[in-house]
């Protein structure tokens, strides 16, 4: 699903994609400034995330929760928006009901830039 000309993206599709892909994490839009990618966490799951070379976006499509970011934790529930600066910890905890994310990165994930 990356680096696709595609400019319209239905998110239920992708989240099946996600969910049949068995990973936490699909990404399915890549750019030379930004790539897209949804992140799941069920509510028995830990949160494996390092720090990332990247700024990232969350949205919270669905479900509730709480993440750290640096020394503070913060609610989330649905149409939360979380920014975390490029090489900030963080990590999704105490997740009361499934977690769906959308997640941004710019520049794009893995590039290494910043």
Do not use: N, W
């Amino acid at each position: 699903m990356r680096d696709c000309d595609a400019r319209l993206f239905d998110v239920s599709d992708v989240l099946e994609h996600r969910r049949e892909s068995g990973q936490l994490y699909l990404e399915f839009l890549s750019a030379s400034t930004m790539s897209v990618g949804v992140y799941t966490l069920s509510t028995d799951s830990c949160d494996p995330q390092q720090p990332h070379t990247e700024d990232e976006i969350y949205y919270v499509l669905s479900g509730r929760g709480q993440i750290r970011v640096g020394d503070e934790d913060f609610e989330v529930k649905p149409e939360s928006v979380i920014f975390v600066a490029a090489g900030e910890e963080h990590r999704f905890h105490s997740i009361a009901e499934d977690l769906r994310l959308l997640v941004v990165f710019a520049p794009p994930r893995g590039s290494g830039r910043s």
